[in-house]
């Protein structure tokens, strides 16, 4: 066989069905199979993942490489090995619980052919409302910048990659990462690039959310949780020296997957590892969080991180406490600056000091909302909207120059309007048109986070997609002690959908459409029917 175009990497760890439909997803590429190598890694499987693989390398012979080997406990093993005998002169890396669109590897072959690429990002989806940070498919970007963009929220490993740049710098998978090693292998890949590109045109790779949750990730502890944090933390800054570059790395780290650690379900955790996270991210706070990064998190996340820094567990957990059970507290306006009058502020037993509670410099403050009444109503037009009300803790908009709260679940617009306000804060009024829900939403399903930022609207020229600007950063809809709502069917010609209001575990609000099929669109209606009777 001469040298394939491209090596299609697929760790392969206990993943059935789910593994038929990655396989057949390869094999039915347009780019043919006489121009790619399949290297399939089974780790240890103790379903029949190992004999799928067999099956399919029986059936394509010359296009599959099989490897059995002992469990490893994670991907980075299975990747290392199957890089040991990938032959194309790029490598492409596949979930084997995900599927590739039919053309996939043709287009991404043939831009990394014509750009010179040496990493090449194409638009990613969803499937089963798994979430996937869209911002980085704004539009086409031949030749795009790791450092002023999107990308470093975008570092999974689900890119082509020239074969050449991975063998000269030696990058490899720490294989003494149980989860999250593919953020340092993505991260030097991109860093040594000569260029990297994003194709936004079409649907190049489907990420499937597991019904099972068995995805090591999804199971992984707040301890190992950490320690991945700590690890990719401690690559960055060998890697990147100190300055804006590591800054912009290292934010995306601190403002997901440290305030994820932080987050409501920290209350849950027995008391020995709610201090073992205090105390970690207490460490990754004084070494890493620079003033410019802290600038650019949110009130929430700065907060939780100032008192892990400054405080003691039980002062972080009567801040998540108080935000999971009842909101926001009210803000002390006090000699030009603002605190949030979170518990431990001002007590004299505590001793905390002020500037963990102050959100002065923090415009997005204004946009910390809490919502306190969903339904689904009919707007003036007679549309069917989701209709939430929500309540900031700042009662004078105009004078934090947050005038406008811009509320979205992310591209997606919403009509905000101002119901009142009073000495304790300012209630809103925020609606989704159904309608616009499904149409922005891929054929798969789409689930998306509700925030709001204090600012306006405007088209950003650079990629071509709506964002509110004015503020630090877009601050999550919280819906403390509430439920969602039930699902909603909306229909778009031939297409129905169920679009759901819900409450994530960390109490915040999340939009979902899920695609629904003849048969469960037919037994909805029957219910209809059956209850109007």
Same mark, same amino acid.
């Given at each position: 066989?001469?040298?394939?175009?491209?090596?299609?990497?697929?760790?392969?760890?206990?993943?059935?069905?789910?593994?038929?439909?990655?396989?057949?997803?390869?094999?039915?590429?347009?780019?043919?199979?006489?121009? !790619?190598?399949?290297?399939?890694?089974?780790?240890?499987?103790?379903?029949?993942?190992?004999?799928?693989?067999?099956?399919?390398?029986?059936?394509?012979?010359?296009?599959?490489?099989? !490897?059995?080997?002992?469990?490893?406990?994670?991907?980075?093993?299975?990747?290392?090995?199957?890089?040991?005998?990938?032959?194309?002169?790029?490598?492409?890396?596949?979930?084997?619980?995900?599927?590739?669109?039919?053309?996939?590897?043709?287009?991404?072959?043939?831009?990394?052919?014509?750009?010179?690429?040496?990493?090449?990002?194409?638009?990613?989806?969803?499937?089963?409302?798994?979430?996937?940070?869209?911002?980085?498919?704004?539009?086409?970007?031949?030749?795009?910048?790791?450092?002023?963009?999107?990308?470093?929220?975008?570092?999974?490993?689900?890119?082509?990659?020239?074969?050449?740049?991975?063998?000269?710098?030696?990058?490899?998978?720490? =294989?003494?990462?149980? $989860?999250?090693?593919?953020?340092?292998?993505?991260?030097?890949?991109?860093?040594?690039?000569?260029? $990297?590109?994003?194709?936004?045109?079409?649907?190049?790779?489907?990420?499937?959310?597991?019904?099972? /949750?068995?995805?090591?990730?999804?199971?992984?502890?707040?301890? &190992?949780?950490?320690?991945?944090? &700590?690890?990719?933390?401690?690559?960055?800054?060998?890697?990147?020296?100190?300055?804006?570059?590591?800054?912009?790395?290292?934010?995306?780290?601190?403002?997901?997957?440290?305030?994820?650690?932080? =987050?409501?379900?920290?209350?849950?955790?027995?008391?020995?590892?709610?201090?073992?996270?205090? =105390?970690?991210?207490?460490?990754?706070?004084?070494?890493?969080?620079?003033?410019?990064?802290?600038?650019?998190?949110?009130? &929430?996340?700065?907060?939780?991180?100032?008192?892990?820094? *400054?405080? *003691?567990?039980?002062?972080?957990?009567?801040?998540?406490?108080?935000?999971?059970?009842?909101?926001?507290? /009210?803000?002390?306006?006090?000699?030009?600056?603002?605190?949030?009058?979170?518990?431990?502020?001002? *007590?004299?037993?505590?001793?905390?000091?002020?500037?963990?509670?102050?959100?002065?410099?923090?415009?997005?403050?204004?946009?910390?909302?809490?919502?306190?009444?969903?339904?689904?109503?009919?707007? =003036?037009?007679?549309?069917?909207?989701?209709?939430?009300?929500?309540?900031?803790?700042?009662?004078?908009?105009?004078?934090?120059?947050?005038?406008?709260?811009?509320?979205?679940?992310?591209?997606?617009?919403?009509?905000?309007?101002?119901?009142?306000?009073?000495?304790?804060?300012?209630?809103?009024?925020?609606?989704?048109? /159904?309608?616009?829900?499904?149409?922005?939403?891929?054929?798969?399903?789409?689930?998306?986070?509700?925030?709001?930022?204090?600012?306006?609207?405007?088209?950003?020229?650079?990629?071509?997609?709506?964002?509110?600007?004015?503020?630090?950063?877009?601050?999550?809809?919280?819906?403390?002690?509430?439920?969602?709502?039930?699902?909603?069917?909306?229909?778009?010609?031939?297409?129905?959908?169920?679009?759901?209001?819900?409450?994530?575990?960390?109490?915040?609000?999340?939009?979902?459409?899920?695609?629904?099929?003849?048969?469960?669109?037919?037994?909805?209606?029957?219910?209809?029917?059956?209850?109007?009777?």
């Amino acid at each position: 066989m001469s040298e394939p175009d491209v090596s299609i990497v697929v760790p392969v760890y206990n993943t059935m069905p789910y593994l038929t439909q990655c396989l057949t997803s390869l094999v039915e590429q347009t780019i043919g199979l006489d121009r !790619i190598q399949i290297v399939a890694v089974d780790d240890g499987s103790t379903d029949r993942s190992g004999a799928e693989l067999d099956r399919f390398a029986r059936r394509y012979p010359a296009a599959f490489t099989v !490897i059995h080997q002992a469990n490893s406990g994670g991907p980075a093993g299975p990747c290392n090995r199957a890089l040991e005998v990938a032959t194309g002169r790029y490598v492409f890396f596949v979930g084997s619980d995900d599927r590739l669109g039919p053309d996939a590897l043709r287009r991404l072959v043939a831009a990394a052919d014509t750009y010179g690429s040496d990493v090449v990002l194409g638009k990613v989806v969803g499937v089963h409302s798994r979430h996937i940070y869209q911002d980085i498919f704004a539009r086409d970007e031949p030749d795009l910048d790791l450092f002023d963009s999107p990308l470093p929220r975008s570092l999974a490993n689900t890119k082509l990659f020239r074969r050449e740049l991975l063998d000269k710098h030696a990058i490899r998978y720490p =294989e003494d990462m149980r $989860i999250g090693s593919d953020l340092p292998f993505t991260l030097e890949a991109c860093y040594r690039a000569r260029r $990297i590109s994003v194709l936004a045109d079409y649907e190049y790779y489907y990420a499937v959310r597991r019904f099972s /949750a068995t995805n090591i990730t999804y199971l992984s502890r707040h301890v &190992e949780r950490l320690r991945t944090v &700590e690890a990719n933390m401690a690559f960055v800054a060998k890697l990147i020296g100190p300055g804006r570059q590591r800054d912009a790395i290292m934010l995306r780290r601190f403002d997901h997957e440290v305030a994820r650690l932080l =987050e409501d379900d920290l209350l849950r955790l027995d008391r020995d590892v709610q201090r073992q996270i205090h =105390e970690g991210v207490g460490r990754l706070v004084t070494d890493h969080l620079t003033d410019g990064i802290a600038g650019r998190l949110g009130a &929430e996340a700065r907060i939780r991180m100032a008192l892990t820094r *400054d405080g *003691d567990v039980d002062d972080l957990l009567a801040v998540i406490r108080r935000d999971a059970r009842t909101g926001a507290p /009210a803000t002390l306006v006090e000699d030009g600056r603002r605190y949030a009058m979170y518990p431990g502020f001002r *007590d004299p037993d505590r001793r905390l000091p002020d500037s963990c509670f102050e959100v002065t410099a923090i415009p997005d403050w204004a946009a910390r909302l809490d919502a306190t009444g969903l339904a689904w109503t009919a707007d =003036e037009r007679g549309r069917r909207v989701l209709a939430i009300t929500a309540r900031t803790p700042v009662a004078d908009l105009s004078a934090l120059g947050a005038d406008r709260i811009a509320v979205s679940a992310e591209e997606i617009r919403a009509d905000v309007s101002v119901l009142g306000s009073d000495a304790t804060g300012t209630t809103l009024r925020i609606r989704f048109p /159904a309608a616009d829900l499904l149409a922005a939403s891929a054929a798969t399903g789409q689930r998306r986070t509700i925030s709001a930022q204090a600012g306006t609207w405007h088209v950003d020229g650079a990629m071509g997609a709506a964002n509110a600007t004015g503020a630090a950063g877009s601050m999550a809809l919280r819906a403390p002690g509430m439920r969602g709502l039930r699902p909603l069917m909306v229909r778009s010609g031939a297409r129905f959908a169920a679009v759901t209001c819900t409450v994530d575990g960390s109490g915040r609000l999340m939009v979902s459409v899920a695609p629904l099929t003849p048969r469960r669109v037919g037994a909805h209606l029957r219910s209809r029917l059956r209850r109007r009777g």
